[in-house]
């Protein structure tokens, strides 16, 4: 932690200047003033009394200090403005919200996902831009005593230290128990809106037996802490800039930023594979392995630690180690194999297809023998994987290596025997059906799942397309037994977000009192994406679905989180819609997906806390964080200008999905993938959360 009498050491006058003035600011981390109080009240004064007609040179010019605080109109100014603090910003990100303000901590829940309540409460303020600088030297945040306090906190605390400083500043006895007596009066524990702004979102989920309205608001302690971490040399995290028009309206945090806020940026980072698919390439080059996957850098480094170039301390590491390596290794030796197994596919699906020009006795025995006896080729695949490793300089040396002899042929083993392996017997779950929506272009969804990420869409986006899904269908088809679309299971093709900017809507015209064009205020800055997804929906009912299917075409939603969904192009010649009954059939179309997509399933870890998000990040880079609902602030209640007769405000829930390669999906199973890929909703008193859904 920074320490005032670190940056009071600073010798060169202009950087200290600076330096002092951005270490008192929301988005840099507290500054320790222990011993140094008078120096730190002087510097909160100073920022105050700066403004545009007369700015302050000098951050402890104890004098101007004194001359700001003892000012009678500085004084009510600041009074003025404590009602309009706040712990969540009902102004981000639209200026417009007026006269409205939240005080409230998250409903405490046993759920296990980031929001606010993870962080030490602290106060923001969002009103009139003009009179911004008064409420600073109450709120802006440092350490004192190892505690992270403001002068505001101080007062209601009674600190005689910080109520003698005051004193001495001039703020008198009397000053001094008005200014305490405002606090009480305006900062209660729990402070709501009577009604929902017009201009403040509102979402619809269902809530018992009828639909309850959420609005969604940003923690201003969890910005602060992005903020902080993103200036951090230490953070791994991965962030990326917004900016926001009308910033010091919008409230301190982004008024002290200039509007340039940093959120999470963790995209999918899903492209095409370039010339086609692997089988397409390997068919031209009479190659039928990816060599690459067993030969990069990654790889190598796997196989340097299995041959003990850097040994663990202790024999449980060493065992726990080389599981972990063997897994990577099976994963690698399998994508290597991609190429002959997907068009081990394709002859399956029509025998007639594909046909092998080049003499590769090991690609036609693999394609000709029954899966059954798959097994049997394990030697041959053995052998062809270590003339990979000689015919590469990088990988050479691992070839017929001693220590990799048996771990390399096991992983062969295992792969062929889950490839020789039947799907299963039909294990026919009465009343379960299945649509498969497949390569559907997005454009323009919002990449911003919520105010603190970007990346993934929202899951409760996703899970709205799929309810207004449902809903259309039944009103279309007013079948005797209602369709329940239970649960989804996403897969991406394709994900490209970019940096865009839109004009806002009119808000007022060019020349008063006379006709005349409406004006925009401002352009707004948005992160939007393009994706290419597949969709799985699990479905519950007594009726046959696929004797709906050109009503299912129909009243499929034309919006998906926030873009335009479109229907595949028409050179893609894709079957798009299609409907099963059979878990193996459905099985036996998703198992063959491009290599270079990603399945998004939800995880088993989930962060409790920002230093976990980090570690977990850091440790396995398919966990993705993303936006997977939202944690109540207060219990549901009736509110005017709701949508539905109950609204709740909340704030988003940040958790983690699983990046899983379609390989992975392959070798896992039918039953693993219904059992681990599908999410579905999850209504509590606290939260309303994106989870597994299971059988």
């Known amino acids: 932690m920074t320490k005032l009498s670190d940056l009071l050491a600073i010798e060169d006058e202009a950087v200290k200047q600076v330096t002092l003035k951005k270490m008192f600011m929301p988005y840099t981390e507290d500054v320790s003033v222990e011993g140094f109080e008078k120096e730190a009240l002087t510097i909160l004064l100073n920022l105050s009394s700066s403004h545009h007609l007369d700015r302050c040179s000098d951050w402890l010019d104890v004098a101007r200090a004194k001359r700001h605080l003892k000012a009678a109109e500085n004084f009510e100014a600041s009074l003025d403005e404590i009602k309009w603090f706040h712990t969540h910003n009902l102004k981000f990100p639209d200026c417009r919200v007026k006269d409205q303000r939240i005080v409230a901590q998250p409903l405490t829940t046993t759920e296990v996902f980031i929001s606010s309540a993870v962080l030490d409460l602290r106060l923001g303020w969002a009103h009139n831009s003009a009179v911004y600088r008064h409420t600073l030297w109450l709120m802006n945040s440092f350490s004192w005593q ?30 001094l128990a008005r200014l305490k007596h405002t606090i009480e009066e305006q900062l209660p524990d729990n402070h709501f809106p009577d009604s929902v702004s017009s201009y403040s979102k509102q979402l619809r989920f ?62 999918l980072d899903v492209k095409p594979a370039k010339g086609g698919t692997l089988p397409e390439s390997r068919k031209k080059s ?11 850098a990654k790889v190598c480094q796997v196989l340097n630690h299995l041959i003990g170039s850097e040994p663990s301390k202790t024999q449980k590491q060493r065992e726990s180690a080389r599981k972990v390596r063997s897994k990577i290794l099976r994963k690698q030796i399998a994508l290597w194999m991609l190429p002959l197994i997907e068009l081990r596919d394709i002859v399956d699906a029509d025998p007639n297809q594909q046909q092998l020009e080049h003499d590769d006795t090991l690609a036609q025995a693999f394609l000709a023998l029954p899966e059954s006896d798959l097994g049997s080729l394990s030697s041959e695949f053995n052998r062809r994987l270590h003339l990979t490793f000689q015919n590469n300089k990088y990988a050479a040396k691992f070839a017929y290596h001693p220590k990799l002899m048996q771990v390399v042929k ?89 940096p865009t900017a839109k004009l806002t809507e009119p808000n007022s015209v060019a020349k008063a009192r006379t006709v005349s064009n ?30 709906f299917k050109t009503a299912l075409k129909t009243a499929l939603p034309v919006a998906f989180a926030g873009g335009a969904l479109y229907q595949p192009q028409l050179s893609a010649q894709v079957e798009w819609l299609k409907t099963f009954t059979s878990r193996s059939e459905l099985f036996h179309v998703i198992k063959g997906l491009p290599a270079y997509g990603r399945w998004l399933y939800p995880s088993e870890s989930q962060p409790s806390s920002f230093d976990e998000l980090e570690r977990l990040v850091t440790k396995d880079a398919d966990n993705l964080p993303v936006s997977i609902g939202y944690h109540l602030l207060e219990r549901p209640t009736k509110r005017s200008n709701s949508i539905t007769d109950c609204h ?3 704030e988003n829930a940040i958790g983690f999905a699983k990046k899983v390669n379609p390989v992975e999906v392959r070798f896992s199973g039918r039953d693993h993938f219904l059992n681990h890929a599908f999410w579905s909703i999850e209504c509590s008193s606290e939260t309303i959360l994106i989870k597994n859904y299971r059988d």
């Open 286 to 296: 009479g190659h039928y392995f990816d060599d690459y996957q067993v030969t990069n």
């Open 518 to 547: 409406a004006k925009r205020p401002t352009i707004r800055s948005e992160r939007l994406a393009d994706l290419e997804i597949d969709l799985v929906i699990r479905v519950h009912s007594n009726s046959r679905i696929s004797d």
């Open 146 to 175: 190892s505690q992270p306090v403001c002068i505001l906190s101080l007062i209601q605390q009674e600190s005689p230290v910080w109520v003698e400083l005051l004193n001495e500043f001039g703020l008198g006895a009397k000053s």
């Open 206 to 267: 269902p809530w018992g037996d009828d639909y309850i309205s959420v609005t969604p608001v940003v923690s201003h302690a969890i910005q602060s802490e992005l903020e902080v971490r993103s200036r951090s040399r230490e953070s791994k995290l991965s962030f990326v800039s917004l900016s926001l028009p009308n910033s010091a309206s919008i409230g301190n945090l982004c008024g002290s930023l200039g509007g340039n806020m940093k959120t999470l940026n963790y995209p």
């Open 410 to 498: 096991a992983q062969i083993v295992w792969i062929l025997e889950q490839l020789s392996k039947p799907i299963g017997n039909e294990d026919k779950v009465t009343g379960e059906q299945y649509i498969y929506l497949s390569s559907m272009r997005v454009q323009d969804a919002v990449a911003m799942s919520s105010p603190y990420l970007c990346g993934a869409p929202s899951l409760t986006a996703i899970w709205g397309f799929m309810h207004s899904y449902q809903r259309e269908f039944n009103k279309l088809v007013n079948c005797d037994s209602p369709f329940e679309f239970s649960s989804f299971s996403f897969y991406v093709r394709r994900e490209n977000i970019q």
């Open 648 to 650: 709740a405000y909340a």
